[in-house]
């Protein structure tokens, strides 16, 4: 059993059990192995967190930004300073190869890093007003308690990017990891402990999903949650919030479009492709979901990417070499052999991999598909797994509305020579970040969030603090 992170809730700047006593597992999906238990807290204890937030407001609120910012700095450089324990831990519990879970390592402390520097630059405004004498100045200010709900996908990242953003702005913050990863996310409770963070300023919650949820998105004292996940879960916040009119921020699902133009650098589309299809196992909201070809090079493009996809390792992300993980639970692992299989019963073709693991295995071989169409299953849901699908198109109206055709409006794709024609496609692309000749798109100084069902609200950038901030008019005669 890890023994590494203290295992026990951040609650008022105390480590806290349960006050029932129980606990849930923590499962490494490569090997099954129980690593940890972690407390399922009772709803008081949840309450507790919520006042001890609260409690906190008033002092951190009032903090002259720049001591906020250099504890936050503070926190970030100690995340450095843990960065092959935590990157591995990331990988016990979530499976991703320890390359990638480095590289989140470092991602997570650039966002701490990033919130740091824009504390000190919340700036309000003076308005000219058209009465004589009269003059219109407009504060902003924190909303008060944020609370966050996190993803397996980034454990730390998407913590510290919510968190980073929040303590900046000057509320205070309650994070609720998933079930699946908590462990990393606790280890952030030691380096705020460790800087020296006032007590409630920073709180970090374990359990049950639906009891933490509707606790959280009941009480009056939360004034802003933030969530990434699941577009299914996303509506339910919404519904939630309503009682309260809570202000949200949602990072929901995507179904990445990635379209390769006629006259693409076909090698460098290659090359964006394998990290914007397989990083992270293609457990990442933005990964790629489809690849929509223009005919004259799909068949070749399809086979360069059978080819590379065949040459990926996969394995335990411990092992030197691994490739592509394990997905993180059954339920993924049943998911995507749903979507290869029905996929293939409506007439796609398997050019690489497409063999789906019995259970207990949750490790599919990486797969590329080709002949998909709009109509199948695979096209509409969020595969989130190691699969590519490749549709071709023959004019550029016509990758515009296949790309457009799906719900989802986070990221999109574009590979060409043509940086006009790139331009002007992507102008009609119906996503909240198009990446062009580019799939490494994540970047702390980038506004990242969705549009239509994959949410609202931005993250990172020197926009994601106004998420956190109320704007306050003030009217002097
Ligand atoms: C996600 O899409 O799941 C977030 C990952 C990122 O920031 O790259």
Known sequence: MLKAPKNLCFINGAWRASSSGTTFPVINPATDERIAEVPALSQADVLGAIDAAHAAFGQWGALPARERASLLRTIGDLLLSRREEVGELITREQGKPLAESLGEVSYAAAYLHWFSEEAVRVCGDIIPSDAPGKR?????????????????????????????????????????????????????????????????????????????????????????????????????????????????????????????????????????AMFGKYRNAGQTCICVNRFIVHESVAAHFTEMLAAKTRSLVVGNGLERGTDVGPLINDEARDKVARLIASAEREGARVVAGGAAPAAPSRFITPTVLSGVTS??????????????????????????????????????????????RALSLAEQLDFGMVGINDTAISAVQAPFGGIKQSGFGREGSKYGIDDYLALKYLSVA
Not at 377 to 391: K, Q
Not at 399 to 418: E, I, M
């Open 136 to 272: 219109i100045f407009v504060l902003k200010q924190p909303l008060g308690v944020a609370a966050a709900i996190t993803p397996w996908n980034f454990p730390v990242a998407m913590l510290a990017r919510k968190m980073g953003a929040a303590l900046a702005a000057g509320c205070t913050f309650i994070a609720k990891p998933a079930p699946e990863t908590p462990l990393s996310a606790l280890l952030l409770g030691e380096l705020c402990e460790a800087a020296k963070l006032p007590p409630g300023v920073m709180n970090i919650i374990t359990g049950d999903a639906p009891m933490i949820g509707a606790a959280l998105m009941s009480s009056p004292l939360v004034r802003k949650v933030s969530f990434t996940g699941s577009t299914e879960v996303g509506k339910l916040l919404i519904e939630q919030s309503a009682a309260t009119v809570k202000k949200l921020t949602l990072e929901l699902g995507g179904n990445a479009p990635f379209i390769v133009l006629e006259d693409a650098d076909l090698d460098r589309a290659l090359a964006g």
């Open 375 to 420: 109509s199948m299953d695979i096209w509409r849901e969020e595969i989130f797994g190691p699969v590519s699908t490749v549709t071709p198109f023959r004019s550029d109206a016509e990758a515009v509305s296949l790309s457009n055709d799906t719900s989802y409006g986070l990221a999109a794709y574009l590979y060409s020579r043509d940086l006009s």
